[in-house]
């Protein structure tokens, strides 16, 4: 799904949802286990997996820091009440998570965050994620987190927002370098100089000017 560095261009994106093709996987793997007469999870770091030992711990009682998918850690946060949000901040690969867990507004995950933040919001399946794009290391550090389905929607926003603003930074420098082209000309010869100087750079022909070349033709035909 991810080839590459998938920030350094604007190359296409799998956005299918692969999650019930591998739970389906993992079911079957566990099946054939059991048939084997093996014991225990495959642990094949699948989602799943990750899911089911989220499970299992839960169960146990035991109460640690989970690391290994942001769902178990929603699960060890407690849940909130109306006017009291519950807040965790967890490390994975040396990323810092915050979580927030709102009533009222859902579920908040931060990724990281730089001195100078560019913050955007993606909806997923597990709540808001903030990705700050000036702080792409720590994002990085942090995608086996997310499940498949999460994973594509937020590469896919984070194209579609650099798509954006690039296309809006062309469109800026196209309009600056034609009033810097229309000043240069109205030094030269006035502003009539300027108007036409614009119109040939996006190239616009005048009523005046296809007339002149008609004329031109015709002269050219008579000898």
Known sequence: MILGNPYGGYGSIDTTDHTAKQLSKYSRTVALRERMGLEGDPNDGSFASKLRKAD??????????????????????????????????FWHNGAHISICKDSL??????IGGSSNPDWISVNTSVGT???????????????????PE??????????EVKQRREALSQIERMQDELVKNGREQKKEGGSDDAQ????????????????GIEEKREKKFIG
């Open 105 to 110: 507004y859902g579920n908040t995950i931060t």
């Open 150 to 159: 999460d994973l594509n929607a937020i590469l896919a926003k984070i194209q």
């Open 56 to 89: 299992e711990f839960m169960a146990s009682g035991e109460y640690q820091g989970p690391t290994d998918s942001i769902g178990i850690m929603l699960r060890q946060m407690d849940e909130p009440t109306p006017n009291n949000p519950v807040t965790g901040d």
């Open 196 to 211: 036409q100087s614009v119109g040939e750079a996006v190239g616009v022909v005048s009523a005046e000017e296809m007339h």
């Open 129 to 147: 994620v903030k990705v700050d794009l000036n702080d792409m290391t720590s994002l990085m550090k942090c995608l086996d987190l997310f499940s």
